[in-house]
Nanobody, 125 residues
């Protein structure tokens, strides 16, 4: 499975961006998907995850109420809608896929089997 993230850019505080992650392969629909981010000098951290069906989602407290994760299995794509962006949201954002159909341990980097290349999000104050 290959993951291709896009949609990053430069936005002012309070603005919005939508990230997309397109997956290759026919088994995308059974994978749980997650978004992580990594700011310079910091560890990669969990942002959001969605179950294979889209019926379950989970968010980091720092983005809850501002970010929405969703997926379109017909398009092999997972999205991250980011609203009310803050300068502290600036980071490289990565999408990741978990082959396990069970939606568990989604905050852990070790849960995920495949990673995309990342897309830069910069929020100016």
């Amino acid at each position: 499975v290959q993951l291709q993230a896009s949609g990053g850019g430069l936005v002012q505080a309070g603005g919005s961006l939508r990230l997309s992650c397109v997956a290759s392969g026919r088994t995308f629909s059974v994978y749980s998907m997650g978004w992580f981010r990594q700011a310079p000098g910091k560890e990669r951290e969990f942002v959001a995850a969605v179950s294979w069906s889209g019926g379950s989602t989970y968010y980091a407290d720092s983005v809850k109420g501002r970010f929405t994760i969703s997926r379109d299995n017909a398009k092999n794509t997972v999205y991250l809608q980011m609203n009310s962006l803050k300068p502290e949201d600036s980071a490289v954002y990565y999408c990741a896929a978990d082959r396990d159909v069970l939606f568990r341990d989604v905050r852990s980097l070790a849960t995920y089997d495949y990673w995309g290349q990342g897309t830069q999000v910069t929020v100016s104050s």
